[in-house]
């Protein structure tokens, strides 16, 4: 799979131009503070805010299927980030009153269980998030909170083995090395239901696109957790607790919760959920443009359409285009796909235009049938917002 997505990342043609826009639709208290800037081991991110460290991807890089490591989304919920030299001596427990035995494990006990591997999209549940009119509140993030990459590392569900699961087990907790700097700030914990946690694709992974765990993407071992929003993707991931029951913290009970049945979900985390709410946990199908830009110049002669789509794992059937915002569709062409989880990466060719202003769109539609949604499905975090987009490009 690594030789395979390799071979589409160099096979993928070279970007037209690098985005330098700031949004419009951002809320002026964004626009205030967004600028482009290099991180340390990043080039040219877009920084939201600073304090916790939120940097959004660039459009054009998903003209990629695999995103590049200097180039992947930054996300944290907590001020107080983990640096490289913290991490030395780094170790992971396991432990909880559903295992039979609480153990330390070293970066060397992870490296002796088997490997696996993922090709999967981490996308911020608040993706978008920034372009809702009206606006709401969170981090008003762009179409850049999110990345696909090659992970790899052991199965959790061997790393839980190593502690022995009890059958009694409802659900695995989950804590990361960044902490709150003010006294009664909640500490960022998460949980996943048994069913997810010993599913073979969720791993603890070491690597990404080859190379050692970027520190802003989580070195050295972070939670893959494919098909499911990236708030379940733990970061710098210090403790794990195998439990009887539900994990009662804020950002499981309070935080990252939508209204019971407004997006489809095929394996509902039951615990989780009440009457009135439920955790918003399976990605839903959406679809990007990444070339031409918005506000590029391009030739009447033609010019080629490129972007990914994705979902929860089904995988992409259809890809379609509009030039004209959304009053007519031509199907564009699907690559191959390099995993289920990963983007889907599609073009189209325009053939000869008449001089004036294009309003392109893009829609995607499952394996299963499921479609882009045709307006905002409003709901207090702005998740999921996967309705259809538009670039404007003038043929001159």
């Known amino acids: 799979m690594i030789a395979g997505a390799g071979a589409v990342l160099a096979a993928s043609p070279s970007m037209a131009g690098e985005s330098t826009r700031i949004p419009a639709e951002l809320p002026d208290g964004t626009r205030s503070i967004a600028r482009f800037v290099n991180l340390p081991g990043k080039r040219r991110m877009l920084r939201l805010t600073g304090r916790p460290p939120n940097y959004a991807a660039p459009v054009n890089v998903f003209s990629d299927v695999i995103t590049p490591n200097d180039r992947f ?68 993030w762009t179409d850049g909170a999110m ?70 993407n989580g070195y050295p071992a972070r939670l893959i957790v494919p098909g499911w929003t990236g708030t379940y993707w733990m970061k710098h991931l210090t403790s794990i607790e195998v439990s009887t029951q539900k994990l009662n913290s804020f950002w499981m009970q309070t935080a990252y919760r939508v209204p019971a049945g407004l997006f489809p979900v095929d394996k509902p985390f039951r615990s989780q959920t009440n009457e009135t709410t439920v955790p918003i946990t399976e990605l839903v199908v959406n679809a990007l443009i990444a070339g031409p830009l918005e506000g590029d110049e391009v030739e009447r002669s033609g010019f080629t359409i490129t972007g990914v789509a994705w979902d929860r794992g089904a995988g992409i059937s259809r890809v379609e285009v509009s030039l004209d915002g959304g009053a007519n569709w031509r199907d564009a062409l699907l690559a191959g796909s390099v995993g289920r989880y990963a983007y889907r990466r599609f073009s189209l060719q325009t053939g000869a235009l008449r001089p004036g202003s294009y309003r392109l769109m893009c829609r995607a539609v499952s394996q299963t049938g499921e479609k882009q949604a045709e307006r905002m499905k409003v709901n207090p975090g702005g998740y999921h917002n996967n309705v259809p987009g538009v670039v404007t490009v003038v043929v001159s």
Not at 169 to 187: N, Y
Request: proline share 8%; net charge negative.
């Open 147 to 216: 990345g696909c990459a090659v992970w790899r590392g052991p199965a959790l569900k061997d790393v839980l083995n190593a502690a022995g699961v009890k059958k009694e087990a409802q659900e695995v907790w989950f804590e990361g090395a960044d902490k709150p700097l003010m006294d009664g700030t909640p500490p960022f914990r998460k949980s996943l239901p048994m069913e997810k946690a010993m599913d073979p694709d969720t791993i603890v992974a070491l690597t990404m696109n080859n190379a050692p765990l970027p520190l802003l």
């Open 73 to 140: 989304f930054v996300r944290y919920h907590l001020d107080n980030v983990p640096s490289a030299a913290a991490m030395d001596g780094w170790s992971l427990s396991v432990s909880g009153d559903a295992v039979e035995r609480p153990v330390q494990l070293k970066l060397s006990d992870l490296l002796d269980l088997s490997t696996h591997q993922v090709v999967s999209v981490c996308q911020c549940a608040g993706n978008r998030r920034g372009l809702i009119d009206p606006h709401v509140a969170g981090v008003q």
